[in-house]
């Protein structure tokens, strides 16, 4: 039985799962701690259990699922987890963030066990300056990565660009260049004040406006695409034909037609990005739930959701960073890496 749309009217379509709360890179907005507690290995969920929790949501009306960390890449055994993903008749879509430092690796494997979306985080083409982002001199390996992975002929390829004022938002028009060669999608993303952007502003927000005053100075005229829908980027076509995203999740944020959840790597489920509580599905497969048991909690659940915590923080005045380190250092899952991107 599919589940009831939410208390706004909205059903839940797509599944985000952190595989692993662990990464290979500090980006700055996202894990800016020097030290880190991590999820402990007992509490992270198995294959087998990943695999049990996507059919109870895939039973609720889940058609699309994202595979995320952390850096998913480096959860051992991925590829064999992409392959029962794709394998099952409900996951209509099965798509993959990643930073690409384990990309060349891997691009061909995960294609061939069914992967058909990639996504690749890539902020700076300078290598000093995605060093000094990124905290890891590995510009080199990500490029790498995108060369495989268009290689490889995904489906689709994205390259995520979080922009930030005075360090990046001079780049715009080089992303979209390499983009277009690498025959991947540019999206370019508010910076958000969500879990480790401990440093958030809004002074380093580069709002859509700018972003797209930028491209049509840069790169020509921009053409409406077609309407945004559930997905979170508005599209733009440039005179040559190449399309452009932009994600403006902090100035116009898009809560209204949100189908999306989020579980992390030790089974939490949150259903918002802000959301602070999620309800523990680990638990309730750890004592012995079976599918439909599973299921008719997770439908229940999302027919109470009233989440739309961005449309919330935009009326907050003297809006600074959500949490500090202290209160991130309580609750490992606020973490943007833990909750899965
Ligand atoms: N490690 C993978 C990666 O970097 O693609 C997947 C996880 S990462 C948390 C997923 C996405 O979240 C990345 O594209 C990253 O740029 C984005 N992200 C993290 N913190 C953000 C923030 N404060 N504002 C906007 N996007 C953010
Ligand atoms: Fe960067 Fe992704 Fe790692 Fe966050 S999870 S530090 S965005 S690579």
Redesign the pocket.
Known sequence: MKAQPDELGRHMRSLRI?VTDR?D?R?A??MPSKVYQWLPKRAILSFEEILRLVDAFVAQGVQRVRL?????LLRRGLVDLVQALASRPGVKDLAL????TQLARWARPLRDAGLARV???L?SLRPSRHAALTRRAVLEDVIAGIRAARDVGFEQLKL???VLRDVNEDEIADIVDFAGRMNAQARF?????????TG?STEHVVTRSEILQQLEANCGPLISGEERGVAPAELFTMTDGQCVGVIA??TQPFCRDCDRSRLTADGRWYLCLYDGNGTDLRKMLRDGADTTKLSTCIGEEWRKRQNRGAEERLKVSDRSALYQIEELRRDLRLE??T???
């Not at 963030?97 to 690409?100: A, R």
């Not at 993303?189 to 952007?197: F, H, T």
């Open positions: 952190s990464c890179l980006c907005y996202c995320t960390g952390g850096e998913p963030t990643t930073n690409g996504t690749v985080s902020d995520n660009t979080v993303i508010e910076y958000m004040d969500v879990g480790g952007a958030w999740s902090t943007m890496h909750r899965g991107g």
